[in-house]
């Protein structure tokens, strides 16, 4: 069974910093999509970042230039570095996992996702 695992997250001021970590488990499938979304109160959960198992990443429009997302295979650990942060990057942040096919690429659609961590708070204040 695939479990993920969060950590990292935080209250930090505008232009602040914050490292995410979200530690997998049970994944037997050597190719996979790992990513980031986040869901503010009263938003749908959107895409921020996703990393394949070959190290290709996707950033939403509204973080590129800011967070960067990197993984540790020996650790089966995925960070998110997310520099220069705004207020409206105020989020409950999920990580989640599938894995691919070799054809399959990785996209930031939650519905593709099968397995999900139970959520960081990331709080950015003005």
């Known amino acids: 069974q695939v479990q993920l695992v969060e950590s990292g997250g935080g209250s930090v001021q505008t232009g602040g910093s914050l490292t995410l970590s979200c530690a997998a488990s049970?994944?037997?499938?050597?190719?996979?999509?790992m990513a980031w979304f986040r869901q503010a109160p009263g938003d749908e959960r959107e895409g921020v970042a996703v990393?394949?198992?070959?190290?290709?990443?996707t950033y939403a429009d509204s973080v590129k230039g800011r967070f960067t997302l990197s993984q540790d295979n020996a650790k089966n650990t995925v960070y998110l570095q997310m520099n220069s942060l705004k207020p409206e990057d105020t989020a409950l942040y999920y990580c989640?996992?599938?894995?691919?096919?070799?054809?399959?690429?990785?996209?930031?659609?939650?519905?593709?996702?099968?397995?999900w961590g139970q959520g960081t708070q990331v709080t950015v204040s003005s």
């Open positions: 989640a996992a599938r894995s691919r096919s070799l054809w399959q690429g990785c996209a930031l659609r939650r519905a593709d996702f099968n397995y």
């Open positions: 990393i394949s198992s070959g190290g290709g990443t």
């Open positions: 049970g994944f037997t499938s050597g190719r996979y999509c």
